[in-house]
């Protein structure tokens, strides 16, 4: 099943750093961002986590919890984590099944070869559990801002 902007998130579970478990229930009632990122210590993700993490005080007063997800294991997420002082979790989508829920899996050409990859995307999910808002083949500057800035307009509405 996949995502569709103004519907509800299909059902998902998944476990994050920390010992967190998502589901498109954990978290009724705080707005929710989710960023997929193609892979922990590139160049790319470790600027967009960074900017997420120097934002993620005004994610939290504006009412939205943040997560990181990508295909990498739970290991080379925490440790992801804790090199970078990360203050949301980051989901361990090891098997790809959020991935392909909100369609973020590319054919890219790497070296001249055809290679499944992720590509870089940002869902913005309501407190009622719908989404709002999405970002698809996203650059990494001014895109966290502009985020902040739907998450914001949010809570004005509410």
């Known amino acids: 099943m996949a995502v569709v902007v103004n519907k509800s998130i299909p059902e998902f579970e998944a476990n994050a750093t920390g010992g967190v478990k998502v ?3 954990s978290h009724l009632g705080q707005a929710v ?7 922990d ?5 470790t600027t967009e986590a960074m ?6 005080a005004d994610f ?10 990508s295909r990498d294991n739970m290991k080379s997420h925490d440790e992801f984590k804790a090199k970078l002082e990360l203050p949301f979790e980051l989901i361990a989508d090891t098997e790809e099944k959020m991935c392909h829920m909100f369609g973020v899996v590319k054919n890219k050409i790497m070296y001249g ?3 499944k990859g992720i590509e870089r995307s940002t869902f913005l999910i309501s407190p009622t ?5 999405e970002w698809r083949g996203l650059k990494v500057p001014g895109h966290v801002e502009e985020v902040l800035k739907a998450v914001k307009l949010l809570k004005k509405a509410a």
């Not at 961002?33 to 892979?39: A, E, G, M, N, S």
């Not at 210590?41 to 993700?45: D, L, Q, V, Y």
């Not at 559990?129 to 808002?133: D, H, I």
Request: net charge positive.
């Open 23 to 25: 589901t498109q229930l």
């Open 33 to 39: 961002v989710l960023f997929f990122y193609p892979k």
């Open 41 to 45: 210590n590139t160049p790319g993700c």
């Open 51 to 56: 900017q997420f993490r120097d934002h993620y």
């Open 60 to 69: 939290v007063k504006a009412g939205a919890q943040v997560f990181g997800v």
């Open 113 to 115: 070869k055809k290679v």
């Open 129 to 133: 559990g719908v989404l709002l808002q």
